[in-house]
């Protein structure tokens, strides 16, 4: 079970706008930043947004994410076809020593 | 352009130690501005990070796998490896090195190798 809960799946038709929360705590989403990755079918995980709402160069302004209190968002706005993929939040973690922790992943599938 | 490659076998014996090495090209292993990660991803399901290591040796380890996890680097080689000890079968998944980005203090992971699938089995 992960600490950060996603919905595990989520669609959407093309040129929709779609939403993907990801719930922490105060040890980690309540005190830390957020960070998005795109995971693509068979590919490894590629960075979408990091701190809370920053897109990395070259990440279409049709993603946006958004933090309030222990939650966090991911929104992208008129869906493609090759946005099809699993969707993962992160935050680091204060709790013990300090540790990184993922979201369990959400499938979004464009119909 | 920066690039991770992870290497290492394939299968592993339950009991034994899995042992992997990132190499990194396009940059230096030693900036300070960085620190170096695993994270593994079992068959179908999600991330877990491992551990991150700095250029100077400093550790982080999740807490989960801590007594298993050594974290070392190799800032001649601009190599850092993982090893885990007394694998499972719960040990069987893509095994991804990754970038920890410091910048200005906006943490994240922003580069990562393609990954190399370690199954346990004997």
Redesign the interface.
Known sequence: QSVLTQPPSASGTPGQRVTISCSGSSSNIGSNTVNWYQQLPGTAPKLLIYSNNQRPSGVPDRFSGSKSGTSASLAISGLQSEDEADYYCAAWDDSLNGFWVFGGGTKLTVL | QLQLQESGPGLVKPSETLSLTCTVSGGSISSSSYYW?W?RQPPGK????IG?IYYSGST????SLKSRVTISVDTSKNQFSLKLSSVTAADTAVY?CARL?LLWL?????Y????TLVTVSS
């Open positions: 990660g994270i999600g991330l877990e990070w991150s982080y380890y999740n807490p991804y980005n906006q943490i994240h992971f922003d990562w190798g393609q990954g």
